[in-house]
């Protein structure tokens, strides 16, 4: 069961799911069939089980809209179904001859040029048909917040890139004259012992 049915067509998905977002940010349950029908049904069938099962429709009214076959018969199910209509103006289009029989005398709200805009008057409206109680209808941009695209930071590590090199490099200085010392006193060892074992063998030998 949805509240919502939000007829529309494909020009305007954009602003149904919108507006659906900012419905859903108080509690109200939307359907938009281009984002809600599954792959697996078929789309007649799923945008008439959609309408019969929700509460209220709202027709995103435009110049499409307007002279779409197929929202004749989403009007025509809303209307069979006693489903509710709310009409949202998103022109000043006159409404075409199936149009009027079914939006006529249908409680309308004008986008005019903003139609994100009227999304709280829209809010409004449907808290009255659902017999919802209505809170505070805040703002778009307060209710839908814009992701930021991600941006790439420079991180404190490459700041200092430089100086850690420059660091990198003495150390590596450093370990390299540490090896050097430590490898000092192994190598004059060997060289008295192979001193020691070669005037050993010059020993033996002249003593044969």
């Excluded at 709202?58 to 025509?76: P, Q, R």
């Excluded at 069979?80 to 709310?86: A, C, D, E, F």
């Excluded at 659902?130 to 941009?141: K, R, S, W, Y």
């Excluded at 192994?186 to 070669?198: R, S, T, W």
Aim: with cysteine; charged share 25%.
């Amino acid at each position: 069961m949805y509240d919502v049915f939000i007829s529309c067509t494909g020009t305007d998905v954009k602003i149904a799911e919108r507006l659906a977002a900012y419905l859903k940010y108080y509690n109200v349950e939307c359907f938009v069939a281009h984002r809600d029908i599954p792959a697996d049904v078929p789309w007649a069938h799923g945008i008439a089980e959609a309408i019969r099962n929700s509460k209220i429709m709202i027709a995103l009214f435009s110049e499409d809209f307007n002279t779409g076959v197929w929202m004749d018969d989403e009007l025509k199910t809303a209307n069979t179904s006693g489903v509710p209509i709310l009409t949202f103006r998103l022109c000043d289009t006159p409404f075409g001859e199936t149009k009027a029989v079914f939006l006529r005398n249908t409680v309308c709200v004008d986008a005019g040029d903003d139609a994100e805009g009227k999304f709280p008057a829209m809010y409004e409206e449907v808290c009255n048909m659902l017999g919802m109680p209505i809170e505070n209808a805040l703002p778009v941009e307060e209710v839908l917040i814009e992701k930021q695209p991600e941006t790439t930071t420079v991180s404190q590590e490459t700041e200092i890139a430089p100086e850690k090199q420059e660091a990198d490099v003495k150390k590596e200085k450093s370990v390299t004259k540490n090896s050097a010392r430590s490898l000092l006193p192994a190598i004059i060892i060997g060289v008295v012992l192979m001193l020691v074992v070669k005037l050993f063998l010059d020993w033996i030998l002249e003593a044969v």
